[in-house]
T-cell receptor, first 117, second 111 residues
Framework: EAQVTQNPRYLITVTGKKLTVTCSQN?????MSWYRQDPGLGLRQIYY???????DKGDVPEGYKVSRKEKRNFPLILESPSPNQTSLYFC????????????????FGPGTRLTVL | GEDVEQSLFLSVREGDSSVINCTYT??????LYWYKQEPGAGLQLLTY?????DMKQDQRLTVLLNKKDKHLSLRIADTQTGDSAIYFC???????????FGTGTRLTVIP
């Protein structure tokens, strides 16, 4: 089954304790992206990757890191989480070309709800 | 980045039509999308419209695009309780690296 998986789905942590949220897709997609969803703000892009070893900042990259060492995985790293990073996080992938790709090849993961105390 | 705006709440009675409105700022937007998010769930792509179209119909869903006013709407005919969810419009700007989302409209269907 074609899908984007995220782990963990739920996480409660404390300020300053490094964490990684994993994202994996099994469709050989080139483009992957991370978004955070906050009430009243919609979804905002954190980082994106057009292909292996190619990553770039989105609209709200501060406090986050990513890597794209292999095509299927795009982990989101919070080196020193803070309470303002409490949010719902979504990973997404498309076949190529980002968001102008044919719409039947875009997928969102199920989301990771992160709480930083 | 682009600004995409939606009203936050909409309530309709079951069986009525729902119209969710969205405005965007980037006149070069190519694809415009509508997503549905049910409680505790991820995003489900409902429909989309390409920027050279005025209207698209897909079963109970009708998307209208007014490029001059940069206004997008989603009409749901015969709204059912299962349509209760948050609906996001989103715009793929030039370069396609980002998808700009609206704030989401919470649709509540009253039985």
């Amino acid at each position: 089954e074609a899908q984007v998986t995220q782990n963990p789905r739920y996480l409660i942590t404390v300020t300053g304790k490094k964490l990684t949220v994993t994202c994996s897709q099994n469709m050989n997609h080139e483009y992957m992206s991370w978004y955070r969803q906050d009430p009243g703000l919609g979804l905002r892009q954190i980082y994106y990757s057009m292909n292996v070893e190619v990553t770039d900042k989105g609209d709200v990259p501060e406090g986050y890191k990513v890597s794209r060492k292999e095509k299927r995985n795009f982990p989101l790293i919070l080196e020193s989480p803070s309470p303002n990073q409490t949010s719902l996080y979504f990973c997404a992938s498309t076949l190529s070309g980002g968001w102008n790709a044919p719409t039947d090849t875009q997928y969102f993961g199920p989301g990771t709800r992160l709480t930083v105390l | 980045g682009e600004d995409v705006e939606q009203s936050l709440f909409l309530s309709v009675r079951e069986g009525d039509s729902s119209v969710i409105n969205c405005t965007y700022t980037d006149s070069s937007s190519t694809y415009l999308y509508w997503y549905k998010q049910e409680p505790g769930a991820g995003l489900q792509l409902l429909t989309y419209i390409f920027s050279n179209m005025d209207m698209k119909q897909d079963q109970r869903l009708t998307v209208l695009l007014n490029k001059k006013d940069k206004h997008l709407s989603l009409r749901i005919a015969d709204t059912q309780t299962g349509d209760s969810a948050i609906y996001f419009c989103a715009s793929a700007g030039t370069g396609a690296n980002n998808l700009f989302f609206g704030t989401g409209t919470r649709l509540t269907v009253i039985p």
